[in-house]
């Protein structure tokens, strides 16, 4: 490779390390808000799925709310993959998406069918490329979800579920841990009967909801009206908390992939450095060669 060609790829590489270096500090930026968010969603998230389930166990059986009936039997599950509207995060996306069609191998291998809902720009296109139907996309909100996006999926699974066009929804997410770290995070959403989503917070309240210091709760107005209420903020506060989840863990993964560009684009450019200090010495060893050979011809 001439001289001139190595200039020029290092040129290159280095205009690329500075749009990762840039998307890298545009991802810490965002990532930080978005970890804001989520501290001051979780106490409000766990509260409010604290009720409902509290509520759910003193009003017991309750027919009158189609959203609290637990179907006969599971032959269609909802399965909703939040994903982000773009890429460059390393495996963020398609690591939701496999565990996606991990879960539908699992469900379709007993017999039921899937209702998929896909929210992200990466996780419709997917579903669709793999010739997937989609019942309902959301879109265009990734980088900053608002509550409202979270109602607008919450009243079309609310809905398909009293319809009875899906027996179950499930949830698959990334879990923000870190920004190096993201957990694909699957939960069930509905029934709230087989509600794994509502498991950490039980956990987290086993040593201190000992009998002996729970207080006799008593429900004005009855617990059936406040479960009206509260099953779709319930719902809703759920879907919000996964969005934001992904969201953070999607500028972690963005960050961390752009830390790892820049690291590696660095290194390259020391490689094509040294190649291209090769590359002139080669010519200079030529040139030097060449005026020996000159000085010898002339004598």
Known sequence: MAQKDVKNRIASVKNIQKITRAMEMVAAARLRRAEQRIEALRPYASAIRRMTRQAAEAAGNVPNLPILNEHESVSTVGLLLVTGDRGLAG???SQIVRAGIRAAGEHESEGRSLAWYASGRRGVSSLTFRGRDIAGSYTGFTDRPAYGDARDIAQD?????VDAEVDQVDIIYNGYVSPLTQHVTRETLLPLQHATILEAEEEDEEDDDQPSKRALVEYEPDPEDILKRLIPAYVEISIFRALLESTASEHGARMTAMRNASENAGDIIKDLTLQMN??????????????VSGAEGLR
């Open 91 to 93: 495996a963020f996306n």
């Open 157 to 161: 699974l609310m809905t398909a579920y």
């Open 278 to 291: 090769r590359e002139r010495q080669a010519e200079i060893t030529q040139e030097i060669l060449e005026v």
